[in-house]
């Protein structure tokens, strides 16, 4: 690993922590255990946000479109980054796109893969942390409440 | 066209009624008008909404995540048709796909084209009605407002 790589990581793994954090909350609150959040191109935090299905009966709230709202207007996102603990679907993944968000960094694609691929093909840098903490609160979340869990991705349960 | 294709026409226009009388309500109200309508298997409205971001200060809220949203909780939107005044941005056509909505129909896609051809490409089935005073909405209010056209989408102009 270069040097440069080494400390993007670094970086990486500190915004992920503020993602980690909301999801965290979320899942205080009853809720499912996905967060992110925006930073800005000097490294500022822009937003952060967690899914609010549950707290708010909203299920057009995921973890990134909350972090985006939460952001508030802007008049381009270019240079922002999106961090998520999760992969993002491919209505957050739509977001980044649309948005022109130049990065996004994933704590884990391994319990779910969404759009990242995508994004990647079109432009966007994608970093995945690979983060045991992630991967453990959505493993363990998809395992109590399968229900939840397939609903926020739209999926009937065979 | 056959008479099945007639009827669907017909159909899709009636539910582009209301989708443009929810932009109309956004246009009033000094927003960016664009308006939606979800649309169950059974033809009965789930919900509609309009896009939010003048009236609410809210970026995440495009018509469709905002008619999404309206419709409430649903364990699935197998057979569920999205309804929209303008072809869906890559935002929104996300949200189509993740949530695995069976159709589109799209009052117009002249004065901006999003990710239709995509969802089609994926299944889903899309009808563009090439609605004349759907055009005229959007092409008044980009010539109007520019800046607000621009930032809803996420590009800097020119």
Chains 1, 2 share one sequence.
Request: charged letters at 25%; a negative charge; glycine letters at 10%.
């Amino acid at each position: 690993m270069t040097m440069h790589a080494s400390r993007e990581l670094i970086e990486a793994k500190q915004m992920l922590a503020v993602a980690r954090q909301e999801a965290l909350r979320g899942k205080a609150a009853g809720g499912i255990p996905i967060g992110a959040a925006l930073y800005g191109p000097d490294g500022e935090l822009l937003g952060s946000g967690h899914n609010r299905r549950v707290q708010d009966d909203d299920p057009s709230m995921h973890a990134e479109t909350a972090a985006f709202r939460n952001a508030g207007r802007r008049p381009h996102y270019r240079d922002t980054i999106m961090v998520t603990t999760l992969s993002p679907c491919w209505y957050c993944s739509g977001l980044v796109r649309q948005f022109n968000i130049s990065r996004v960094v994933i704590g884990e694609a391994t319990t779910f893969s969404g759009g990242h691929d995508w994004l990647a093909e079109h432009g966007v840098q994608v970093t995945i942390v690979d983060d045991p903490d992630c991967v453990e609160l959505m493993t363990e979340f998809i395992k109590e409440h399968p229900d939840l869990w397939f609903e926020d991705i739209g999926e009937e349960r065979s």
